[in-house]
C-alpha cells in the first residue's frame, strides 16, 4: 500500500490551491482517507476527512468552509482543494488511510487511527 501526496507549493494569501493523495491499493473505496498537516515545532493535526463511499466528510474547525476534500474511487485518488489560503496554513500536508472495515458512510478525525500515509507535500502562503 502506498500513499503519495502531492500539489503543494507557495501562494499568496487568499489564493487556492489543491492537494491530490494517489493511492495505490486494490480496495481503495472501502477506506477513509483524511489530511493532516504539521508546521514547524507543532504537532500533526487534523484537517479533513472522507468516507470510502465519498458521502460524508469531517473538517477541523480552522478550515471549515474553506477546504473541501473529495475522492474519485474509480482513480485512487483524494483531493483537498483549499481556498482563500492564510499563512497559518502554511504546513507540509500528509494524507493517510484508515485500514479498518468501517461502513461505507464513515468519517475519522483522529490521527492514531489511520494505518498507512503518504510523503507529506509542503503548502507555504505568504502574506
Known amino acids: 500500500v502506498q500513499l503519495q501526496a502531492f500539489g503543494g507549493g507557495l501562494v499568496q494569501a487568499g489564493a487556492s490551491l489543491r492537494l491530490s493523495c494517489a493511492a495505490s491499493?486494490?480496495?481503495?473505496?472501502?477506506?477513509?482517507v483524511g489530511w493532516f498537516r504539521q508546521s514547524p515545532g507543532k504537532e500533526r493535526v487534523f484537517v479533513a476527512s472522507?468516507?470510502?463511499?465519498?458521502?460524508?466528510?469531517a473538517y477541523a474547525d480552522s478550515v471549515k468552509g474553506r477546504f473541501t476534500i473529495s475522492r474519485d474511487n474509480a482513480k485512487n485518488t483524494v483531493w483537498l482543494q483549499m481556498s482563500k489560503l492564510k499563512p497559518e496554513d502554511t504546513a507540509v500536508y500528509y494524507c493517510?488511510?484508515?485500514?479498518?472495515?468501517?461502513?461505507?458512510?464513515?468519517?475519522?478525525?483522529?490521527?492514531?487511527?489511520?494505518?498507512?500515509w503518504g510523503q507529506g507535500t509542503q503548502v507555504t502562503v505568504s502574506s
Open positions: 493517510a488511510a484508515d485500514f479498518r472495515p468501517l461502513l461505507p458512510s464513515m468519517v475519522v478525525t483522529t490521527m492514531s487511527e489511520y494505518d498507512y
Open positions: 491499493m486494490r480496495t481503495f473505496s472501502s477506506h477513509v
Open positions: 472522507v468516507s470510502g463511499s465519498g458521502g460524508s466528510t
